[in-house]
Structures are given as structure tokens and as C-alpha cells.
């Protein structure tokens, strides 16, 4: 469904310019559901607007939906569905004409445009909406209308930019069931950027990192996760001195550094339930006693942190365009260890 490589684009800009994606290569197949994640700025708007030929490549090359962006995006185009980041409907058309409109758009006579509109609506629980227009919708049910749009010249492939972005916990639960529902019911291939990592080590079967413009990591969450991050081990010390002594045997057990905060050493190992006791039986051998301790699997943050020394959730924080309280990336608990 799509097959890219050695795609690159940069952008002009005063002075010099951008190297917004730097060579990505990229094979997704019919049915899968990819989750394509990155910090902002690292190339993931760029990247889906390159495979939905709205955006030339600087170099590179790329056929989607079994049609070359470049020489053929009128094909690509007829082929797949793309929802932006912004709003797709206008203000003046009530729901439904905005469908037809859209399905007169590709073709469709009156009659199949109309037909076409009533499936979509149904398809995304939107018909008690019809006679509205989109400026009076809720922001889930906006959202849904964008999909519907996208959806409806049956597009066996779909790409959408951060589609639960900005709506309330229900909203982008309800926004997922139905991305879930197009994919078991008319085995749609989806390729989507989100930058909630919770859905897309939940939703997605595949998960896509990029940073800087490359791509850093492709697999399975579990994969990734597995490979790449490990499980965590957290305990708490009593004393300044207790610290420093654990911090000690947690890297002669592991040969690396341990993370280090204020009292509490947190320290990555393949197998948490094996390695905890032993390194609580070394600590105390060595006299020092954790006060708690807690083990953790690794979450997708931790993949990216592993293969770039930041947190993806660090750099979603620091989001000036992402204005959403119920943002989960914003939610930086830390972890508190149960006392041992
Ligand atoms: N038209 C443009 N002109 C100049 N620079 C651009 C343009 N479009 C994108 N860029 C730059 O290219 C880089 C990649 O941007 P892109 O929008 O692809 O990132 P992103 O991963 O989608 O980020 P976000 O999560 O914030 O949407 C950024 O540095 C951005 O500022």
C-alpha cells in the first residue's frame, strides 16, 4: 500500500533551510494500522504530506496505493483519504450536503453522492446530525465529520494527521472505536500521527518513530519496548549515603549508570520479577535498605528515550500549539515506589 525510499524534503527558508524529512524509507501493507509517532517538528506532517502527493519530495521517490506521488498523484489521490490536522468541512452547508459535495468532488453522480453521504453518515453515528451545520458541532463530533469526508470515496487507505488531537478523554475514545470499526469492517489500511503514546502502544499493530526527519524505530509496541527499553525498577533509600551506595550496585548489575532523583534510583533490566529480588538481597547485603520499591514495563517513552536520550513526553509538554488539559502526554506523575 505503500512503498517509499529515500524520501526527503526541506523547506527554503530565510538564511538557509530546513531539512524537514532527511531520507525515510517506508513499507506498509494492505490492512495494517500504523501508528507513525515523533516529537513536534520531527518530520511527521511533512512526511504524510509527501505520501499523500500534496507535497512534492525533494528527492526520493514513493508509490502509494500502487500509484507513483510524483508522476501519477491524481491516482493517489482517487485512491486513499487524508484528514489534516485542520477542519475539512466549511461553515455553510448543513452535514450532509457537505458530503455530497464532497462525493460530487470525486465524481459521483447526484444520486451515488447522495447515496454515498447516507452511508457515511451512518458508517460514523452521524445521521441525527445531518441538517446541521459543522460550525454548531462538538469537537469529537467535527472530528467525526472529517473522517466521514475522507471516507467518502471508499478510500481502501486512509491517513490521518493526530486525529484525536485537542478532544476530551471520551471524544477520542469514541474517535478510535470508530478508526477500529473501518479497519474490521472494510479492512482499511490506516497510517496515522498521534502524539498520545498510550493509543498508540494500545490501537496500533505497528508503531513508526521519527526524529529529526530519520526514522529511528519501526515494530510492534511490544517489540520496541522489549528490544529497546526494558523493564524499570524503582526503589526509594532513606539517606543521602544509602542513595549513592544503591545507585553503586545498581550499576555494577547492570552496567550502566542508574537514573538518580533526589532519593529514589530507578534502573532498567530485561526481566524486573527476577532482578528485583536480587537487587534488594544486594542492597541489604550491603546494608542499606530500600524504604519501597516498584516495578514498571516499559511504555513507548521509554523506547524513545532509549534511542535518543529525551522523552517524548518532555517534548509534547513543551508544545506551544497544544492547548489540551486532558492531554495524557501532560501528565507527568512520577513514579511512587510501595514501601518494601
Ligand atoms: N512550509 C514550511 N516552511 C519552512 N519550514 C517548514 C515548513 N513546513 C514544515 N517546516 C519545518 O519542518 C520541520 C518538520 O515539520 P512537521 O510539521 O513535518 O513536523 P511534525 O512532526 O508534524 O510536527 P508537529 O507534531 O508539531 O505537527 C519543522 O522544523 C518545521 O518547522
Given amino acids: 500500500m505503500i512503498h517509499a525510499r529515500g524520501l526527503t524534503r526541506s523547506f527554503k527558508i530565510k538564511g538557509g533551510a530546513v531539512e524537514a524529512v532527511r531520507g525515510i524509507d517506508i513499507d506498509v501493507e494492505a490492512g495494517q494500522l500504523v501508528a507513525f509517532l515523533g516529537p513536534n517538528g520531527a518530520g511527521k506532517s511533512t512526511s504524510l504530506r509527501m505520501l499523500t502527493s500534496l507535497l512534492p519530495p525533494t528527492s526520493g521517490t514513493a508509490t502509494v496505493a500502487g500509484h507513483d506521488i510524483v508522476k501519477n498523484p491524481g491516482a493517489v489521490r482517487a485512491r486513499i483519504g487524508y484528514i489534516g490536522q485542520k477542519n475539512g468541512a466549511g461553515e455553510n452547508f448543513r452535514v450532509r450536503d ?142 543521602e549515603s544509602d542513595t549513592a551506595r544503591a545507585a553503586a550496585i545498581a550499576e555494577r548489575m547492570t552496567g550502566s549508570a542508574p537514573t538518580v532523583t533526589g532519593d529514589v534510583v530507578q534502573l532498567r533490566v530485561p526481566h524486573a520479577g527476577a532482578a528485583l529480588p536480587e537487587y534488594l538481597r544486594a542492597l541489604e547485603s550491603a546494608g542499606t535498605k530500600a524504604t519501597a520499591a516498584e516495578t514498571s514495563r516499559p511504555t513507548l517513552d521509554d523506547v524513545f528515550l532509549a534511542l535518543t536520550g529525551r522523552s517524548l513526553r518532555e517534548s509534547e509538554t513543551t508544545n506551544p500549539t497544544s492547548a489540551d488539559p486532558t492531554d495524557p502526554a501532560k501528565d507527568k506523575s512520577t513514579t511512587t515506589p510501595t514501601p518494601v
Fill in 98 to 239: 457537505e458530503l455530497v459535495t464532497q462525493g460530487r468532488c470525486y465524481g459521483l453522480t447526484r444520486t451515488e453522492a447522495r447515496a454515498r453521504a447516507d452511508e457515511v453518515l451512518a458508517q460514523l453515528d452521524l445521521e441525527a446530525l445531518a441538517v446541521r451545520k459543522p460550525g454548531t458541532l462538538s469537537g469529537g463530533q467535527r472530528r467525526r465529520l472529517d473522517i466521514a469526508l475522507g471516507l467518502v470515496h471508499r478510500p481502501g487507505l486512509l491517513f490521518l494527521d493526530e486525529p484525536s488531537t485537542g478532544l476530551d478523554p471520551q471524544s477520542r475514545a469514541n474517535i478510535w472505536e470508530h478508526i477500529l470499526r473501518l479497519r474490521a469492517d472494510h479492512g482499511t489500511t490506516l497510517f496515522l500521527t498521534t502524539h498520545y503514546l498510550e493509543e498508540a502502544d494500545s490501537m496500533a499493530e505497528r508503531v513508526i518513530i521519527i526524529d529529526h526527519g530519520r526514522i529511528i524505530a519501526d515494530g510492534t509496541a511490544a517489540q520496541l519496548k522489549s528490544d529497546l527499553a526494558g523493564d524499570r525498577i524503582t526503589v526509594a533509600l532513606a539517606t
